[in-house]
T-cell receptor, first 112, second 118 residues
Framework: GDSVTQMEGPVTLSEEAFLTINCTYT??????LFWYVQYPGEGLQLLLK?????DKGSNKGFEATYRKETTSFHLEKGSVQVSDSAVYFC???????????FGTGTQLKVEL | NAGVMQNPRHLVRRRGQEARLRCSPM?????VYWYRQLPEEGLKFMVY????????ESGMPKERFSAEFPKEGPSILRIQQVVRGDSAAYFC????????????????FGSGTRLTVV
């Protein structure tokens, strides 16, 4: 079935370090892909999205490229800040499905 | 333009009581989704509703859980005879269109209701 796999956390980085959070998916067809962010005690906010192969989603310095050949949608940021500390969820929406399928989430902690 | 509104933010129930969680979608959104987030886990789909219709309830537990989205008013997720294992964060999301790949939108999520069963 359709699924999303994320790297396990927590990921702990120093401020201004480079961030990569890996995400791969399995799907029948061509899904739309999303990254959501959840700050402590809050709901999910859409961070970025890509709807077809080779699309690059970007927002707030974060980027992710839809790679059909490797079925991946890795999240990257060149220089993280303490305020980026949150849980990041990768998700997919598959054709004919009625729901977003989420990965288990990756907690990011950024320290000074 | 208010976002997805969920209430209450926090709900405490004793075992055996009923829990009613409310969700008002964004203005202009007629598609509502409920997700459950258990501690230390990702979000799991529960149910997808349009006005007055349940479209997909494949993620709903077979017993004690029900959902509705009436013509007027918010969507309601109802849990009867709650047990400790129902303790979780319940998130509602809405969208203006049915789920469809290739579209340039994502769901908008509410801040969730955190249910604690004591």
């Amino acid at each position: 079935g359709d699924s999303v796999t994320q790297m396990e956390g927590p990921v702990t980085l120093s401020e201004e370090a480079f961030l990569t959070i890996n995400c791969t998916y399995t799907a029948t067809g061509y899904p739309s892909l999303f990254w959501y962010v959840q700050y402590p005690g809050e709901g999910l906010q859409l961070l970025l999205k890509a709807t077809k192969a080779d699309d690059k989603g970007s927002n707030k310095g974060f980027e992710a490229t839809y790679r059909k050949e490797t079925t991946s949608f890795h999240l990257e940021k060149g220089s993280v800040q303490v305020s980026d500390s949150a849980v990041y969820f990768c998700a997919q929406l598959t054709g004919g499905g009625n729901k977003l399928t989420f990965g288990t989430g990756t907690q990011l902690k950024v320290e000074l | 333009n208010a976002g997805v509104m969920q209430n209450p933010r926090h709900l405490v129930r004793r075992r055996g009581q009923e829990a009613r969680l409310r969700c008002s979608p964004m203005k202009g959104h007629s598609h509502v989704y409920w997700y459950r987030q258990l501690p230390e886990e990702g979000l799991k789909f529960m149910v997808y509703l349009q006005k007055e219709n349940i479209i997909d309830e494949s993620g709903m537990p077979k017993e004690r859980f029900s959902a509705e989205f009436p013509k007027e008013g918010p969507s309601i997720l109802r849990i009867q005879q709650v047990v400790r294992g129902d303790s979780a964060a319940y998130f509602c999301a809405s969208s203006p269109y049915p789920p469809r790949t290739g579209t340039n939108y994502g769901y908008t999520f509410g801040s969730g209701t955190r249910l604690t069963v004591v």
